[in-house]
């Protein structure tokens, strides 16, 4: 978690990546974030890509948690009349940028209201050439205007409402957009802006256009890379909360550094314990970047041990999800 780290000679350069707009509470989420992140002992920086409006102590508390702070400027969809899902949807087309971030070879993006509660580094051995997030849920209010919600399919569980035949083939799969595994490239990001400036915009603004954008190298993997809280009481069957790696706060209510558990299932147990591990994490002073050179001065003496303190196998089960089985180097 070192802006200063350099990974020389043949070892790839990898990062994790968030975005930080305003000048709101949001950077709370993402010193969360990079606490989460040295907690589980990742090898690899973050970079967080700010807009020109995140003001300069919000810039400066991020550096001091060891983040890399990078301004980009905003992008904008073509103007119309969309009703986004959430007003605030329309600055996350600024998040097309980290495309440009060429100086890494793969990289990870997090939402800031992300908590990581394991390493995943591993997720960097995915196989290039492919696009790696998690299928989003279609249950909540908010797809009510998806022909998904109205017929109650979702393609967490297909096989509960099945889609109608006289509805043609099942839509393609549909990823949420606050976590994904990419490749910075800028071939791929000038494509982006081209093909933005011709596709209208939807309710869900980036991420329907991602979705559309790499429709055809996408490959899932498992909810525990991105739990959607609303997976919890939508679709508990497919959750273990003791292998949970990563945790989107994206419900209503939700947000720890904002919540009541007043909002409707926010009072469940097992809301407040997420809630719960994400504040002994933010509260951890010995998770602090200064307090925690020695986890990335490792990394910085012997940085050719980066591309071999994991090893990771893939399977790809029926249903077409990649699923990396990490395997922990042996102790020392």
Known sequence: MSPNVVVSGNNPKRAYVSFLAGNGDYVKGVVGLAKGLRKAKSLYPLVVAVLPDVPCDHREILRSQGCIVREIEPVYPPENQTQFAMAYYVINYSKLRIWEFVEYEKMIYLDGDIQVMDNIDHLFELEDGYFYAVMDCFCEKTWSNSPQYKIGYCQQCPEKTKWPVGMGSPPPRYFNAGMFVYQPCLFTYCRLLETLKVTPPTSFAEQDFLNMFFRYIYK???????????????????IDLDQVKVVHYCAAGSKPWRYTGKEENMDREDIKLLVKKWWDIYEDESLDYKNNNAITTAAIDEPEKLGSLVSTTLSEDDDGVVNPQWTAPPAA
């Open 220 to 238: 899932p993997i498992p909810p525990t890379y991105n739990l959607v809280l609303a997976l919890l009481w939508r679709h508990p069957e497919n």
